[in-house]
């Protein structure tokens, strides 16, 4: 298996664009996480995925943000209207969530909004 | 919700033994894992740890007391390619038989001559 798979690597927009995101997890992983790392408030945990099915989504920072997961090899985490604030580094992971399972992490988007 | 604290910065001498401590606070406890970042690339997994004691992997090592909610990550032969961020995360059972996985801020490491 290729890994996680995030596109794009790096997007620079405007503020007020509408911008997804795309991840790919590792087929046969059933849980999908979404974080955003920043050097302030670290790696935080957006949103995540069970079997397709989104599970807590309490840290979504706004009705800006809404996440999808049509089927189990396809994510996105869409931002609309994009703001400078929501500049960070996006990171999908994936998991089997059992045991001594770890999650993988995609290379993540690096995104900029000016 | 899940609270998780580590130090922000540690610096330490190649060839040294490093101790990066993690603490936390939440229920429905499932296990904590020990990641590393390197400046601009995705955090990779180190250990994993869900009873109470030590594993041990090659230099490094990993610790869990449960009951004091405490971790360590323990370096050992510093080289500088260890220069990193090392992450505590912890898994908790959210209920209707799914799993959480919630990061702390990261502790970043810098390993001197």
């Known amino acids: 298996d290729a890994g996680v798979i995030q596109s794009p690597r790096h997007e620079v927009t405007e503020m007020g664009q509408e911008v997804t995101l795309r991840c790919k997890p590792i087929?046969?992983?059933?849980?999908l996480f979404w974080y955003r790392q920043t050097m302030m408030r670290g790696l935080e945990l957006l949103i995540y995925?069970?079997?397709?099915?989104?599970?807590?989504d309490s840290g979504m920072p706004e009705d800006r943000f809404s996440a999808k997961m049509p089927n189990a090899s396809f994510s996105t985490l869409k931002i609309q209207p994009s703001e400078p604030r929501d500049s960070a580094v996006y990171f999908c992971?994936?998991?089997?969530?059992?045991?001594?399972?770890?999650?993988?992490f995609g290379q993540g988007t690096r995104l900029t909004v000016v | 919700g899940q609270n998780i604290d580590q130090p922000t910065e540690m610096t330490a001498t190649e060839g040294a033994i490093v101790q990066i401590n993690c603490t936390y606070q939440?229920?429905?406890?499932?296990?904590l894992f020990w990641y590393q970042q390197h400046a601009g690339e995705a955090p990779t997994f180190l250990s994993y740890?869900?009873?109470?004691g030590l594993e041990e992997k090659g230099r490094f090592s990993s610790f869990l007391s449960r009951s004091k909610g405490y971790s360590y990550l323990l370096l050992k032969e510093l080289q500088m390619k260890d220069s990193a961020s090392y992450l505590c995360?912890?898994?908790?059972?959210?209920?209707?038989?799914?799993?959480?996985?919630?990061f702390g801020k990261g502790t970043k490491l810098s390993v001197i001559p």
């Open positions: 992971a994936s998991s089997y969530m059992d045991g001594n399972t770890e999650a993988f």
């Open positions: 087929s046969g992983h059933d849980y």
């Open positions: 995925f069970n079997n397709n099915v989104p599970i807590d």
């Open positions: 939440t229920s429905g406890f499932n296990g």
């Open positions: 740890n869900v009873l109470d």
């Open positions: 995360a912890v898994r908790v059972y959210s209920g209707a038989g799914s799993y959480q996985l919630t």
